[in-house]
């Protein structure tokens, strides 16, 4: 009876021995700071379209307030800026409204379509004319016309206020409406869409394009081919001057850069936030 207790007794205490050893050195403290297991953590640097930013500048607050361990930085710099610095290696996402250019398609790069960005062209409040067509715009901004008696407004000199060749709209535009023809050299340019506006809101006989989320009450936007910016006349095709958001990633994104873009593009984030700041959400879009 006095070996069975002594043996009991024995085994008790190499029971407790074993969870002290457990206690200190099985198990490391978790570090105050540190993320819970299982949340969102890590840097998202993206540059490139200006024309996004009204779109992703929501996107970037409600993400990091819904992962508060997640810095989200974006910058603007231009479509082609945003492509190459993605390429380097110089940020995790680089947003563009062209496409991928030839001499960036060996890199690795993957594309997610965000959204349909539409265009339109802005003019000084004091320019009359209210609507041009196609080739109206195209003999604009390629120096043909020079002056807006010479497409029914009234003897006023056209100053050519846009984008530089970095620019993604300016690309965009390019390619929709010029159809392959150059823009003319006599032309003020701006590293915005912001600024564009800015200037031709104060220049008398300007004109330009923006994104659509960027024309408000300073400038006039003109109508194409006779129909006037909307959002359901783009969905339905009336409209033609509108190109995809795209994100790049060097290689399928992942951690919070995956998580990031998918918010981006989701429906309970597009739907409050696209149509709203001239967007059209990606999942209307005709592919």
């Known amino acids: 009876m006095k070996l069975s207790k002594k043996l009991l007794a024995g085994a008790l205490a190499m029971m407790l021995g074993v969870s002290l050893v457990a206690g200190c050195g099985g198990q490391k403290e978790t570090p105050k700071n540190a993320p819970a297991q299982g949340e969102l953590s890590g840097t998202v640097t993206a ?33 082609f800026t945003g492509q190459n610095q993605v390429a380097a290696g110089s940020v995790t996402i680089g947003n563009s ?8 398609k060996d890199k690795g790069l993957v594309e997610t379509k965000l959204v349909g960005i539409p265009f339109v062209f802005i003019t000084n409040t004091d320019v009359s004319v209210d609507n041009l067509t196609q080739q109206q715009y195209v003999d604009i901004f390629t120096g043909k016309v020079s002056n807006w008696k010479e497409v029914g407004g009234k003897d006023q000199k056209i100053t050519i206020i846009h984008r530089a060749k970095s620019s993604g709209s300016r690309g965009a535009i390019a390619e929709i ?13 701006q590293d915005s869409n912001g600024a564009v506006r800015a ?10 394009y923006v994104d659509a989320a960027y024309a408000d009450q300073s400038v006039k936007t003109l109508a194409y081919n006779g129909v006037k910016f909307s959002i359901n006349d783009v969905i339905d095709g009336k409209y033609p001057v509108y190109t995809f958001g795209r994100m790049f990633t060097k290689g399928e994104p992942t951690g919070a850069v995956k998580a990031f873009i998918d918010y981006a593009t989701s429906p309970e984030f597009q739907n409050v936030y696209a149509e709203k700041n001239g967007f059209v959400p990606v999942t209307k879009m005709k592919k």
Do not use: M, R, Y
């Open 177 to 189: 409406v010029l159809k392959g023809a150059a823009f003319t050299d006599n032309a003020v340019i």
């Open 199 to 208: 200037a031709i809101a104060s220049t008398p006989g300007a004109i330009g």
């Open 97 to 104: 409204d062209v496409p991928l250019q030839d001499s960036l």
């Open 47 to 79: 540059s490139g379209s200006t024309a996004l930013l009204p779109l992703l500048k929501p996107a970037q607050e409600e993400f990091q307030n819904k992962n508060p361990k997640v810095t989200v930085n974006i910058a603007g710099g231009g479509s």
